[in-house]
C-alpha cells in the first residue's frame, strides 16, 4: 500500500466530493450535501480559498481527506477548524485518520494557532475514541447551534418585516 498525506489540488475535488457524499450516508443524511464539486473548485482554489484540504492518496487515488479553515476565538485567538476528517470507510483501520489527524495539527502549529476545534457525534464511538486517544477533549456539556440556509432566510424575513 502506497500511502501519500499531500495538499489537496483543484484537480481533486471530484474525488474529495465522493468522499464528502460517503460520509454523508454514513453520518445518516443522505441527501444532506449541497456543496458541488464547482463550488469546492471555486472556494477552495478561487482568489481567496475558504479552506485548506488534506488528501490520502492510497495507489494514487484518494482514500481521506481533512478538510480545515481559519476561525478566531474571542477567548484563544487564532484557531483552526477542522470540518471534516474523512476517511473511505474501506480504508478505516490502515492508519489514514491518524496520518490526515497529524497532518493537521502540524499544520496548526506551523501557524501558530492556539486551538483547533471540530465536531463529533455523539453516537461516532469509534471517532471519539481516535480522537481522545489523540489528546483530544470531547466537550459532551456544548451543544451545536446552527442556522441553515431556509433559517438564514427567514431570520432575514423576520428582520425586513420589522418596522422600527
Excluded at 502506497?2 to 468522499?19: C, F, G, N, P
Excluded at 485567538?77 to 476517511?87: N, T
Excluded at 492508519?95 to 497532518?103: I, P, V
Amino acid at each position: 500500500m502506497q500511502l501519500q498525506i499531500r495538499d489537496a489540488k483543484k484537480e481533486d475535488m471530484t474525488q474529495v466530493h465522493s468522499l464528502i457524499k460517503e460520509l454523508a450516508i454514513f453520518e445518516k443524511e443522505p441527501d444532506a450535501v449541497e456543496v458541488t464539486i464547482k463550488d469546492l473548485e471555486n472556494d477552495g482554489f478561487g482568489e481567496t480559498p475558504q479552506f485548506h484540504c488534506f488528501v490520502a492518496e492510497v495507489d494514487a487515488k484518494i482514500k481521506g481527506i481533512a478538510l480545515i479553515y481559519n476561525r478566531y476565538s474571542t477567548w484563544k485567538g487564532r484557531a483552526i477548524h477542522l470540518e471534516d476528517l474523512i476517511v473511505s470507510e474501506k480504508m478505516r483501520g490502515h492508519g489514514l485518520g491518524t496520518k490526515l489527524l497529524d497532518e493537521v495539527i502540524k499544520y496548526g502549529h506551523k501557524k501558530g494557532v492556539r486551538r483547533i476545534n471540530w465536531e463529533v457525534l455523539d453516537w461516532n464511538e469509534p471517532a471519539i475514541e481516535f480522537y481522545e486517544k489523540n489528546g483530544a477533549n470531547v466537550m459532551r456539556d456544548w451543544n451545536v447551534v446552527q442556522l441553515n440556509e431556509t433559517a438564514i432566510k427567514n431570520y432575514i424575513s423576520k428582520l425586513e418585516d420589522a418596522s422600527f
